[in-house]
């Protein structure tokens, strides 16, 4: 069966200090990779998604940034975190069958991280 | 662009009543429409979808959902609300069909009241 990891569980940072956010997918190949962020009270905002290694796509403009350096790797990261990237971020991936009708996202348990 | 809106932010309901949680969407084909629950502090769980087919579909933890072109809707229900059903509720519609992204909605939050 397929699992999904986030970790570090909880972060509290500094303005300013770099951050790094690790999502790993297991039994499963080839999937959609997804980091969402989730503002205190409010929705999801889909920050980036991937098809594949090295494909980035990014939602909104913003602070942070994306890497997949393996299929099922997909990592969060920012050289200078702001008050405003606090939040709950999450990472999701689905079967890379696009059109296929097979896209329910599975979540992962979250990053809860607090920039001070 | 297709886009989710859920007009309840927050519900309150007496444990064994009934339930309906809404959801309107906008996309410019037949979509895909899923409910996810979050409890607090933890991620997404899948409670149901909607591909094709039956338009009333049935998902876990006794939650059903009827999809309705015409009004643009896909309304979660629950004949019979439990203590534990109290979360937040997410609409989502897609795929994109070149990378399979979803749209969410804002949520609803369900209290429960003993």
């Known amino acids: 069966s397929q699992t999904i990891h986030q970790w570090p569980a909880t972060l509290v940072q500094p303005v300013g200090s770099p951050l790094s956010l690790e999502c790993t997918v297991e039994g499963t190949s080839n999937p959609n990779l997804y980091w969402y962020r989730q503002a205190a009270g409010r929705g999801l905002q889909l920050l980036f998604y991937?098809?594949?290694?090295?494909?980035i796509s990014s939602e909104v403009p913003q602070n942070l940034s994306a890497s997949r350096p393996q299929d099922r790797q997909f990592i969060l990261s920012s050289k200078k975190l702001l008050l405003s990237d606090s939040g709950f971020y999450l990472c999701?991936?689905?079967?890379?069958?696009?059109?296929?009708?097979?896209?329910?996202?599975?979540f992962g348990p979250g990053t809860r991280l607090t920039v001070l | 662009a297709q886009s989710v809106t859920q007009p309840d932010i927050h519900i309150t309901v007496s444990e064994g009543a009934s339930l309906e949680l809404r959801c309107n969407y906008s996309y410019g084909a037949t979509p895909y429409l899923f409910w996810y629950v979050q409890s607090p502090g933890q991620g997404l769980q899948l409670l149901l979808k909607y591909f094709s087919g039956d338009t009333l579909v049935q998902g876990i933890k006794g939650f059903e959902a009827e999809f309705k072109r015409s009004q643009s809707s896909f309304n979660l229900r629950k004949p019979s609300v439990h203590w534990s059903d109290a979360a937040e509720y997410f609409c989502?519609?897609?795929?994109?069909?070149?990378?399979?992204?979803?749209?969410f909605g804002d949520g609803t939050t369900l209290t429960v009241k003993p």
């Open positions: 991937s098809v594949g290694i090295g494909q």
């Open positions: 989502a519609v897609g795929p994109n069909a070149n990378a399979g992204k979803s749209t």
């Open positions: 999701a991936w689905s079967l890379g069958l696009a059109g296929v009708g097979t896209d329910t996202q599975y």
